[in-house]
């Protein structure tokens, strides 16, 4: 079982730029396809970008290309998201979360470990 905790949400205004990370422990981090969902409130929970294991392919959602960039780091067992140009309509809670394989997928079903979200909320 893998434990993950995601840092750096807060507030910001519209156009602004926020780097979100998820650490993991535990269950080899290396070896799994890695996403980022976001969920605002009456929503569903939406995939954001995810990234495999090497790094070498990333998925966007068609509302944020461009504008967020996914990473991870291996070694320290941690992925980011760093957004860029903020909008209102960013608002939600994040979502780190790890795949059961390393196939890369958008769907959060294939995705078996979640951490507690981390809050980003952008002004207009």
């Known amino acids: 079982q893998v434990q993950l905790v995601e840092s750096g949400g807060g507030l910001v205004q519209a156009g602004g730029s926020l780097r979100l990370s998820c650490a993991a422990s535990g269950r080899t981090f290396s070896n799994y396809y890695m996403g980022w969902f976001r969920q605002a409130p009456g929503k569903e929970r939406d995939f954001v970008a995810g990234i495999t294991w090497s790094g070498g392919y990333t998925s966007y959602s068609d509302s944020v290309k461009g504008r967020f960039t996914i990473s991870r780091d291996n070694a320290k067992s941690t992925v980011y998201l760093q957004m860029n140009s903020l909008k209102p309509e960013d608002t939600a809670v994040y979502y780190c979360?790890?795949?059961?394989?390393?196939?890369?997928?958008?769907?959060?079903?294939?995705?078996?470990?979640w951490g507690q979200g981390t809050q980003v909320t952008v002004s207009s």
């Open positions: 979360a790890q795949s059961r394989g390393r196939v890369a997928t958008t769907t959060p079903h294939a995705f078996g470990s």
